[in-house]
């Protein structure tokens, strides 16, 4: 069972919707993370937040805005999406630091049509 | 650019030998090493980290780091149909609150 829980499980949007992934944790941890992840091809990190405040954006479109309302929650807002964005997004929690291993929820399929 | 190296595979092991897998990495000053399995449609699991050089052993899984030679391994003994799967290497780069995956190595163990 994964203690980092991401709904939906499948989402499939047109490219004029507004649609947002969640994201919730209950491991205690302070650092949260979107990654982006593409059919035969590694997690590829979108943003991380560290307690509460965004840290990292790796210059993802805006069409894609992240929110961070407590230490547990992780939203990503998506508006305007292209085809080209259809792939899996993977939530995952740490402790803040380098030395600490990510934990991966089970994902969001997304479609955009 | 913080590079991680990977064999893609795929590779393909008869049931009950030693599986190896190996990662390179670019950043000398890199501390902290994973290794996650990955089955097909799911989400990435940790199986190991590895901190120091030398070897670390948690059940059938044995992970190897050489920092002077910037190499990390993963050793899977009495390999299992379920563990074929693809692994990524993750490295933590000195300083930055990210890990950077390899490619992933695809593992499939053949009974």
């Known amino acids: 069972d994964t203690e980092v829980t991401q709904t939906p499980k499948h989402l499939v949007m047109g490219m004029t919707n507004k649609k947002s992934l969640k994201c919730e944790q209950h491991?205690?941890?302070?650092?949260m993370y979107w990654y982006k992840q593409k059919a035969k091809k590694p997690p590829e990190l979108m943003f991380v937040y560290s307690y509460e405040k965004l840290s990292i954006n790796e210059s993802v479109p805006s069409r894609f805005s992240p929110e961070c309302p407590n230490s547990s929650l992780l939203n990503l807002h998506l508006h305007a999406l292209q085809p080209e964005d259809s792939a899996l997004y993977l939530c995952a929690s740490s402790q803040p630091g380098a030395a600490s291993p990510l934990h991966f929820g089970n994902g969001t399929r997304l479609t955009v049509t | 650019q913080k590079e991680v190296e990977q064999n893609s595979g795929p590779l393909s092991v008869p049931e009950g030998a030693i599986a190896s897998l190996n990662c390179t990495y670019s950043d000398r000053g890199s501390q902290s090493f994973f290794w996650y399995r990955q089955y097909s449609g799911k989400s990435p699991e940790l199986i190991m980290s590895?901190?120091?050089?030398g070897d670390k052993e948690d059940g059938r899984f044995t992970a190897q780091l050489n920092k002077a030679s910037q190499y990390v391994s993963l050793l899977i003994r009495d390999s299992q149909p379920s563990d074929s799967a693809t692994y990524l290497c993750a490295v933590s780069f000195q300083g930055a609150q990210k890990l950077v995956f390899g490619q992933g190595t695809r593992l499939t163990i053949n009974p």
């Open positions: 491991m205690g941890h302070r650092a």
């Open positions: 590895i901190y120091s050089n």
